[in-house]
């Protein structure tokens, strides 16, 4: 597959076209008629969770949130290729992998509420919590997989970072050190084409990102990360190489960012209609979805169905976040050190002079 979709001769890995026709049998995944249903509706359940969480913010009941609309393809695939056993270590828009891991609504709802129990995720094996410093995380990820190797053990690390990340110190050092220990991490980048507002042509001169492994000694690939069949063909492949002992691999999922950067951002301010309107025409549920249609597999009312299904479940799952008891203030303060720093004892004063000052407002 590597040498098939040489990066340098900037080729793309693609499967089905923007009408859901089968255009790569070689590549198409073995999945039963059922993994491909299950795989819809997840995608589709993260949607409906994701629009709902914008409105939630935007209604005033949760804090700034990063939409996940139309990326999906890239954290279903994901999320159906990891292991219990595999480790997760994301950034801030990777909702349906963290769902397939087996966070919850609650926990993602509660930590978008300034809830930092939420980002606990204590049921859940090996998924760290979400890195908002961009690009940070990789480094985690290769620290990880090189104890992995030294512990022989099977795991597979997974990480995720947005195309910003690529122009950090950060990634290029986790690339690097990844390769020279050949620790089995793959590397998946979203490429949303913005780096918030700056886009991607802005940000490098090479002709993609995936071409950028080849400088660390490492496979690499280009792939349409809209596409839920390329994306799960091409990390298949990666997580054998990678068990095998080979090393690392980077994986560039070529996608766009549907929604603002996050609820704090608007996009109309440096993207056209136009430009939306065309990458509108790739959207990963409307491709998978006449795909399902063309097998006969799905029909209009049943997934209108799912949907209103999903929009209570989404409900019941942000009432309990919205009904669990605050954060305790001792969480925020003694649990980082042994010894607690005299600069945070004079802070966790000052917070609780200010909590009595706004509790006597009232």
């Known amino acids: 597959m590597f ?24 590549w198409m995944p073995q999945l039963a008629d059922e993994q491909i249903q299950k795989a819809y509706n997840d995608m589709l359940f993260a949607r409906v969770a994701d629009t709902m969480a914008v409105s939630y913010q935007r209604q ?22 990891m292991t219990e056993e595999d480790w997760l270590v994301p950034a801030f828009r990777e909702l349906g992998a963290w769902l397939a891991k087996g966070a919850t609504l609650k ?5 978008f ?75 998946v980048v ?34 349409d990360g809209n596409d839920y069949f390329a994306m799960y063909s091409a990390l298949d492949y990666s997580r054998n190489y990678a068990s095998e002992g080979k090393g690392p691999v980077l994986i560039e999922a070529l996608t766009y960012r549907k929604g603002a950067h996050t609820t704090s951002d ?3 301010k440096y993207r056209t209609k136009e430009e939306e309107d065309f990458w509108g025409l790739t959207d990963p549920l409307t491709r998978l979805n006449k795909f399902l249609k063309a097998k006969k597999l799905i029909t209009d009312t049943e997934e209108q169905t799912l949907i209103e299904q999903y929009k209570k479940e989404v409900d019941r799952s942000f009432e309990e976040a919205e009904n669990y008891p605050p954060t305790v203030l001792d ?26 000052w706004k509790e006597a407002q009232k």
């Open 3 to 26: 040498k098939e979709f040489n990066p340098a001769e900037d080729k793309i890995l693609r499967v089905i076209d923007n009408e859901g026709q089968l255009i790569n049998k070689k």
């Open 60 to 81: 005033g009941r949760m804090f700034t949130y990063p939409p996940n609309l139309g990326q999906e393809a890239i954290s279903g695939a994901l999320g159906n290729i």
């Open 107 to 111: 926990d993602i709802f509660l930590y």
């Open 113 to 187: 509420k300034g809830n930092e129990e939420g980002n606990a995720f204590r049921n859940v094996k090996k998924l760290l919590p979400m890195a908002v410093p961009i690009a940070s995380q990789l480094l985690h990820a290769a620290g990880i997989g090189y104890a992995i190797k030294l512990r022989k053990e099977k795991d597979i690390v997974y990480t995720v970072v947005g195309d910003g990340g690529t122009s950090e110190g950060d990634f290029h050092e986790a690339l690097n050190f990844a390769a020279v220990w050949k620790v089995p991490v793959i590397f």
């Open 190 to 223: 979203q490429n949303n084409q913005f780096a918030i507002s700056v886009p991607f042509s802005k940000q490098t001169a090479s002709v993609n990102v995936a071409v950028k492994s080849l400088a660390y000694g490492m496979p690499g690939i280009k792939v």
């Open 266 to 268: 608007d996009p109309t």
């Open 331 to 356: 969480d925020v303060f003694k649990y980082t050190y042994v010894d607690i720093p005299e600069d945070l004892k004079i802070q966790q004063m000052e917070h609780e002079k200010f909590l009595k």
